[in-house]
């Protein structure tokens, strides 16, 4: 199962780590990423990281604040939220093996980690 943890309560433009790990049962993965939901929306894709090369992916709201760091052996990832807006107040789903299909993303049944609340007050 995945873990996420460190969310909390922060002033906007202040900032907030998160961290999510794999325990368990042996866990193969080949990315890790993270989602959002805010109240009364879709979850949405926020970032990813493949372990093959490293890249990286972000949805275009958080370019240049956020960053996805990880550790592959130890299954586990980071997102190092800088300059935080109250319009990034959200559930933060950490997720296993995500894959971009064509405009979605895609996270396998039983991959996702349960969510850590990060709110952001104007």
């Known amino acids: 199962q995945l873990q996420a943890s460190g969310g909390g309560l922060v002033q906007t433009g202040g900032s907030l780590g998160l961290s999510c790990a794999a325990y368990g049962r042996a866990f193969s993965s080949f990315a890790m990423g993270w989602f959002r939901q805010a109240p009364g929306k879709e979850r949405e894709f926020v970032a990813a990281i493949r372990w093959r090369g490293g890249s990286t992916d972000y949805v275009d709201s958080v370019k240049g604040r956020f960053t996805i760091s990880g550790d592959n052996a130890k299954n586990t990832a980071y997102l190092q939220m800088n300059s935080l807006k109250p319009e990034d107040t959200a559930v933060y789903y950490c997720?296993?093996?995500?894959?971009?299909?064509?405009?979605?993303?895609?996270?396998?049944?039983?991959?996702w980690g349960q969510g850590t609340l990060v709110t952001v007050s104007s």
């Open positions: 997720a296993a093996n995500p894959e971009l299909y064509g405009s979605r993303w895609y996270v396998p049944q039983n991959h």
